[in-house]
């Protein structure tokens, strides 16, 4: 009853007009409130730049709390340890298959815990990298060579990995390219404007992904 319960809940919220993000507030001590400025201007970007009508105030979730089934769309980031216990992982598990998304920026050090912790929610599911021609990069921007390189961590390209449930695009994992902190005012970085657009853009691209499907 209770999961039939989570469904028309995410049913009800994806048909109405209400549009509103979070972050996820996770256990382990990492710093998941990293990058403060970096929804607000992208919410901002989203809703001049594409039909976006998004909520100016984000959202700060739990994976454990079932707040998190009124959002189509959670972030995750930071530099630490990521913890999620049975019963977030149970409910991150739910929220996904039925309908909500989640989008992991790779932080420095972020890697090896949120894979870790990724494998406990879904693990039959192995992330995969996704290919140049998925939509996700082909939405109000196009970006026909995938994801865009935003800050440097390791030298290595940038890759965008997804969890794919019954063939759906649930989790988008942007590697080696830290798009979040692309978002963030211009001051933090010191980002030319060409990165913070292409970073901006391919977030829009995320978030109206997110919506669609």
Do not use: C
């Amino acid at each position: 009853m209770r999961f039939l319960y989570i469904l028309l809940i995410v049913s009800s919220y994806l048909t109405s007009n209400a549009q509103q993000i979070g972050v996820l507030k996770y256990g382990g001590g990492g710093d998941w409130y990293s990058n403060p400025t970096s929804l607000p201007n992208l919410v901002k970007f989203s809703n001049s730049s594409t039909k976006a009508s998004i909520d100016s105030t984000i959202a700060t979730v739990t994976p454990d709390s079932e707040d998190l089934f009124s959002l189509p769309i959670v972030f995750l980031t930071g530099h630490g340890n990521v913890y999620f216990d049975d019963s977030a992982v149970e409910n991150l598990r739910k929220y996904l298959v039925s309908g909500g998304f989640l989008h992991i920026s790779d932080n420095y050090g972020l890697d090896k815990y949120i894979r870790r912790e990724m494998k406990k929610v879904f693990p039959k599911l192995d992330f995969q990298e996704i290919p140049n021609s998925h939509p996700i990069y082909h939405q109000t921007f196009n970006f026909p060579k995938g994801l865009p390189k935003i800050h440097e961590h390791d030298k290595k390209a940038p890759q965008g990995f997804g969890l794919f449930y019954e063939g759906r695009l649930i989790v988008f994992y942007d590697y080696e390219s830290d798009l979040s902190d692309g978002w963030e005012d211009e001051v933090i970085h010191n980002n030319p404007k060409e990165t913070r657009m292409k970073a901006l853009k391919m977030g829009a691209n995320i978030i109206e992904y997110a919506f669609k499907n």
